[in-house]
């Protein structure tokens, strides 16, 4: 007898998660669903939740489309991407520093962690956000500190 062979689905492309959670944080900081921008862009809610996720591939031209969509250049989506080590490292330890695109989705599904990003996007002075940012980042690094 012969065993059916298993076939397993590929893993998302680490670029492709990556954009795709760039995409869901910017969503979410405008506080958009992903039915509204479907509509925007003439596509499905399904396929956003596809991009999102990293399982399918966004082609230039929707990319382009998204960052008008969301407001920001293209070269949002590819931030977290400049970050990473060289390729060659990253391959050999099969580590990065950068945290993971899973890590900055979980975080965005904390309910104050969004409330607290569509609040600081509506804050229109940029003194005031540096500010705010500059208050936060001391907390956060007094917190993180042992003796705490």
């Given amino acids: 007898m012969s065993e059916t062979p298993t076939i397993t689905p590929a893993k998302p492309d680490p670029v492709d998660v990556s954009i795709g959670s760039r995409l869901r944080l910017r969503r979410l900081a405008l506080g958009l669903s992903q039915s509204s921008l479907a509509n925007a862009l003439g596509i499905t809610f399904q396929q956003i939740q596809k991009y999102e996720r990293g399982t399918n591939r966004i082609v230039a031209s929707r990319l382009y489309r998204l960052s008008q969509v969301l407001q920001v250049p ?3 989506f590819f931030q977290d991407l400049s970050a990473r080590e060289a390729p060659e490292h990253s391959l050999a330890n099969g580590q990065s520093d950068v945290e993971s695109p ?3 989705s979980d975080l965005m599904t904390q309910r104050d962690m969004l ?6 996007s509506r804050i229109d002075d940029a003194t005031v956000r540096r500010q705010i940012y500059a208050l936060v980042k001391t907390i956060g690094e007094h917190c993180c500190d042992p003796t705490c």
């Fill in 102 to 104: 899973e890590r900055v």
């Fill in 115 to 120: 409330r607290l990003v569509q609040a600081y």
């Fill in 74 to 76: 293209v070269q949002y």
